[in-house]
């Protein structure tokens, strides 16, 4: 089978620091970002710091740039989810997941955190005690984690294979469609990394790249992808990828 070429394209994204190095798997098997996607990156977070805050009541998605930038919180933010939604003010002292929860009331969303500092939202739903159908679920939500770091690990892997793609140095946020053989088919770049010959080899990188465990029926496409720079701008320690899948 022929696999198409990765494009690029570009997409605008709000900028306020650099976030601490790796790569954060946005995946969401109940919902996932759409093509609008607006990622939003901020400086080094602590989730558990409390901050002096004041996020007056506004559109939604200008209140969550407003706290990406004062938090240091990575967020990639469908903008037709929060068309149309307002946020509460956030008035005083909070830790920053504190303030995002404050922050969403009544909104209808809530955040799917993909680590500490990075999250995305999507709509709230309502806990309900555990059903004999739901044991198949949490079989889907399992095979989907594992699913994601057999998805981390041969991306890791690839990027490592070049110096210029090499995780640390720079900020990306990608999208991923995979073949049920786990093949990264088609790739797209959101946002450039300030470097033209690293966004092309970036996509390169991605169409040789194959996941050893074969996607899961449940998942949802595009994968998204975060990669964040080391705050010391090191790259990764790729010694402990060698021999993983990549190519």
């Given at each position: 089978?022929?696999?198409?070429?990765?494009?690029?394209?570009?997409?605008?994204?709000?900028?306020?620091?650099?976030?601490?190095?790796?790569?954060?798997?946005?995946?969401?098997?109940?919902?996932?970002?759409?093509?609008?996607?607006?990622?939003?990156?901020?400086?080094?977070?602590?989730?558990?710091?409390?901050?002096?805050?004041?996020i007056?009541a506004?559109?939604?998605?200008?209140?969550?740039?407003?706290?990406?930038r004062?938090?240091?919180?990575?967020?990639?933010v469908?903008?037709?989810?929060?068309?149309?939604?307002?946020?509460?003010?956030?008035?005083?002292?909070y830790?920053?997941?504190?303030?995002?929860?404050?922050?969403?009331?009544?909104?209808?969303?809530?955040?799917?955190?993909?680590?500490?500092d990075?999250?995305?939202?999507?709509?709230a739903?309502?806990?309900?005690?555990?059903?004999?159908?739901?044991?198949?679920?949490?079989?889907?939500?399992?095979?989907?984690s594992?699913?994601?770091?057999?998805?981390?690990?041969?991306?890791e892997?690839?990027?490592?294979?070049?110096?210029?793609?090499?995780?640390?140095?720079?900020?990306?946020?990608?999208?991923?469609?995979?073949?049920?053989?786990?093949?990264?088919?088609?790739?797209?770049?959101?946002?450039?990394?300030?470097?033209?010959?690293?966004?092309?080899?970036?996509?390169q990188?991605?169409?040789?790249?194959?996941?050893?465990?074969?996607?899961?029926?449940?998942?949802?496409?595009?994968?998204?992808?975060?990669?964040?720079?080391?705050?010391?701008?090191?790259?990764?320690?790729?010694?402990?990828?060698?021999?993983?899948s990549?190519?």
């Amino acid at each position: 089978m022929q696999r198409r070429r990765a494009k690029v394209g570009y997409r605008c994204f709000f900028h306020a620091g650099f976030a601490r190095c790796g790569l954060a798997l946005l995946l969401a098997l109940a919902v996932a970002p759409a093509s609008g996607a607006t990622p939003v990156a901020a400086a080094p977070a602590d989730s558990r710091q409390r901050l002096d805050l004041d996020i007056a009541a506004q559109d939604l998605a200008d209140a969550l740039e407003l706290f990406s930038r004062s938090t240091g919180m990575a967020v990639l933010v469908d903008r037709e989810l929060t068309r149309g939604r307002r946020s509460v003010r956030v008035q005083g002292r909070y830790s920053a997941r504190d303030a995002l929860s404050r922050l969403l009331t009544g909104s209808g969303l809530m955040a799917r955190y993909a680590r500490s500092d990075a999250f995305t939202l999507q709509v709230a739903q309502l806990s309900d005690p555990p059903t004999a159908s739901s044991a198949g679920g949490s079989a889907g939500a399992w095979a989907g984690s594992s699913f994601a770091s057999a998805l981390q690990r041969a991306v890791e892997a690839g990027l490592c294979r070049s110096e210029l793609t090499r995780p640390g140095r720079y900020r990306a946020v990608l999208q991923l469609w995979i073949d049920r053989g786990g093949h990264i088919e088609h790739s797209r770049l959101l946002t450039t990394t300030g470097d033209l010959q690293r966004d092309e080899a970036l996509v390169q990188r991605l169409a040789e790249t194959w996941v050893e465990r074969p996607a899961p029926s449940s998942l949802r496409q595009p994968v998204t992808l975060l990669l964040l720079p080391d705050s010391t701008g090191k790259p990764m320690d790729c010694r402990q990828r060698e021999g993983a899948s990549g190519a």
